[in-house]
């Protein structure tokens, strides 16, 4: 015989089961990678991403639009809720009586839009230069009532 004392293996095959799996492995991969490869089937991350945000963005502005940023103009009970959200969450920067401390001051004519909606655009998105978006933290209703507020000091 030829028994030389070193394994020869060459001969045995793999598993047929291991075989299986690794076949399995590759097609899963090239298919995978024909699906989700951007140049190849044009699905992106970044597309899907893009799409959510403008849905979003339009939600905001559906919102906005029927929530009337004016309603709560003129009525004393809404008025006084809107000075009690002002003071715990702008008179920090604004001052107490908005006058204007870090941010400017609310009594007189704003650089962004004086009127209720200019008013709303501006807590609810903030403003570039430190006013940072309060539309998460306050909601709209409290935001409206915010802009009433303000609007009766004027």
Known sequence: MNDSGV??????????GWMAFFIGVVIFLLWYIAAY?????????????????????QQAVTAVASSDPGRYVGKS???????????TSC???HMTDASGGI???????LKFGS?????????????PGGMPP?????GNDKICKIAAWIESLR
Not at 37 to 57: C, H, L, N, R, V
Request: proline share 7%.
């Open 7 to 16: 394994p020869h293996e060459g001969h045995n095959k793999i598993p047929k």
């Open 37 to 57: 490869t951007p140049t190849i089937s044009g699905w992106s991350f970044y597309k899907i991403f893009e799409d959510e945000m403008k849905a979003g963005q």
């Open 77 to 87: 009970d809404a008025i006084a809720e809107g000075e009690a959200a002002y003071q």
């Open 91 to 93: 008179a920090a920067c």
């Open 103 to 109: 941010g400017p001051n609310l009594k007189t004519k």
């Open 115 to 127: 009127t209720p909606a200019g008013l709303y655009e501006s807590i609810a998105n903030g403003r």
């Open 134 to 138: 309060f539309g998460q933290q306050l």
